[in-house]
């Protein structure tokens, strides 16, 4: 006759139990809902504000500061619109990071194809990285190769294509992509090398900027090697192809 009260403060102990962890579960289903949103909006709200105002400082930015022995004193970086700059940089950088540029919506799906074709013929991995992809990459991520990073660049290229114009893409990257140690910027990188402002960029100087942009702390644009003349001659001759235009640049 003792055993039943035992038994039965057994089950109640149990469902106690089994309400906490229901409980536990709830709440942190809760709070990872809550962080989602959470980050979905301040995204949309950076990527927006973004869309307008100077990009003040890039997590890249921040980690050559604090991470690397060798890099510069100072960051020197100067923000220059659209239409201060050499509109032979965009053409450059077009020709040689993304010909499509003004053809996708973030994503070049055609040089996505012929790298599976490659990687399947011959296991090579080609880079599909278009300018829309590194702005992403650049103004809100950090440097990385990890699944989560290329999520989120992902993520951030569908964003400022829906909220940013062909052109504010451009902009924004001629103006936060590293060009040397400590140089970030087009303006920053003729006035480095050059002593010009950006808008007095020749044909030949933007293709050495463009040139060097796949590894801009071992190649400088000033002192090519053999390599870096063979990819500015190149990338001259991809030029032609490109209009000459100080604004809409998609037309």
Not at 204 to 231: K, M, S
């Amino acid at each position: 006759m003792r055993a039943r009260p035992r038994l039965s403060f057994q089950r109640t102990g149990r469902r106690r139990r089994k309400a906490r962890k229901g409980s536990l579960a709830r709440t942190v289903r809760l709070y990872l809902l809550r962080g989602l949103i959470g980050f979905l909006g301040l995204s949309i709200l950076m990527v927006v504000l973004y869309g307008f105002l100077p990009v003040p400082i890039t997590p890249l930015m921040v980690l050559r500061y604090f991470d690397d022995e060798t890099f510069a004193d100072e960051i020197r970086r100067d923000w220059r619109p659209l239409e201060e700059i050499s509109p032979h940089v965009f053409r450059a950088v077009a020709a040689s990071e993304d010909a499509r540029f003004c053809d996708h919506h973030g994503f070049d799906w055609e040089e996505v194809r012929r790298a599976w074709d490659r990687y399947r013929r011959d296991g090579r991995v080609r880079g599909v990285s278009t300018i829309s992809m590194q702005t992403a990459k650049n103004v809100f991520l950090w440097p990385g190769r990890s699944y989560l990073r290329k999520a989120l660049e992902a993520y951030y290229t569908m964003l400022i294509e829906l909220f940013w114009s062909k052109d504010r893409i451009f902009e924004v990257y001629v103006n936060v992509v590293e060009w040397g140690d400590g140089i970030f910027g087009v303006e920053a990188a003729a006035q480095a090398y050059w002593g010009k402002p950006a808008k007095r960029l020749s044909p030949a100087q933007a293709a050495r900027l463009a040139a060097v942009l796949p590894n801009p702390r071992i190649w400088q644009p000033d002192e090519p090697t053999g390599y870096i003349r063979q990819r500015t001659s190149t990338i001259l001759s991809r030029m032609s192809a490109f209009p000459i235009r100080r604004d809409d640049l998609c037309g």
